[in-house]
């Protein structure tokens, strides 16, 4: 990553391979290049923890974000959701790092699973099972693209300002993740008179337990960071940790939205740490999902239409993602290539059937990840490591539990500065080329999606660039991904226009 004296140099594997880099000491140094890469095991094993620590609060939210009925009233069950969420991120976290080695953990995907439990919510008729066909369907049409090397020929067709701006859209989408769900940027209620979307805490002011929680978080790892001592980002989140286990068990704040529904807005953003009863994982939703079923109960153009906006969303988002992320890493050649990026993208592609097909909607390559990094994962170790405590989480449920979001949200605040740094790499002095990327790392954050970020940045380099008199320096296949975010921006426009 790059340090707090030269953002401006992010490192590259050309730098890390030099002639001074020492062989590999062991057959696991060997096949995971972790010596290699300029890292050690215990180095690998705190970036897969810190990454597991970041990321578990999906093994939580996910279940509620699914939680609601479908056309038939059914429910796919908090509980069962929680295990295959747990199962799927496992699996294909470990094998992120078995075979394409990089140090990348994958979940459920928030912003897909938001549009799945959407869809469910607002379209008449479709089930749980189809909608969960629809995503495998996504996921499958994913492989088709990787298999055909397209989805990396788009990947070597964008600009490398846009490229650098996701690495500082992430930054500063992944920044915004921590402010927010720490309750220290909230949103403002729609009101006469309000004037901001966001504020400052509560009413303008910080108040709470969780929010010191966060703020002392903050403080001790960006001094710790600063002062580059070993595991900085891992001690600020145990820091912080222990100290809300402490504030809860002495003043029992409860979580903001307690089990009746009611409110408490100083109370922790998703769960109080606590102790809850130990459960085995109900996997029965495994295999449940229905292929076809979507085509039947609303018809093929509406079915056609969902997976579309589905599968232009975990397209560019693994892309974006798995760039921004190589980058800090430094898993990048001095030409701004990524080894096994193709594999990174099949793994990211089965994933999302793999979701799908458990009924825990796509999983995805978590911005997330970067906490790991920031704590110094360069290779597919770490995400075998996180991988196994997603696997073992299943069993061990309760323990996630102690771990409230306020205490890992530090993390992603101090990673999506050292992410944004690399904005010093964009030629400011390129206006078509500048402008893109600006509305590609600013719209991430404010639309709380990667993919629509990248989409705007793509429609703009091509429009800006063609009005210069440079539509050559627009490659061919960006004016397809400019046309096809087009209709992805413009489908509820397309759905009335088609009656649909």
Partial sequence: MPSPESPSAPATLDTVNSVDTPGPKNALDRFFMITRRGSTVAQEIRGGLATFLAMSYIIVLNPLVLSGPDANGDTLGIARVAAVTALVAGISTIAMGVWARHPFA???????????????ATTTGITWPAVMGLVVIAGLVMVLLVATGFRQAVFNAVPDALKTAIVVGIGLFIALIGLVNSGFIRRVPDAAGTTVPVGLGTGGELEGWPVLVFVVGLLVTAVLVVRKTRGAILIGIVVATVLANILEAVFHIGPSVDEAGNANPTGWSLVAPSFPEWSAPDLSLVGQADLLGAFTQVGPLMALLLVFAILLSVFFDAMGTSVGLAREAGNVTKDGDIPHLNRVLMVDALAVSGGGGASGSANQIFVESGTGIGEGARTGFASVVTGVLFLLAMFLTPLIYLVPFEAVAPALVV???????????IDWSDWGAALPAFLTFILMPFTYSIANGIGAGMIAYAVIRTAQGRGKDVHPLLWVVAAAFVVYFGMGVFRGLLGV
């Fill in 415 to 425: 990673v999506g500065f050292m992410m944004a740094t690399q904005v010093v790499q």
């Fill in 106 to 120: 994958l979940a459920a995907g928030l912003g897909v699973n938001a549009l799945v439990a959407i869809t469910v």
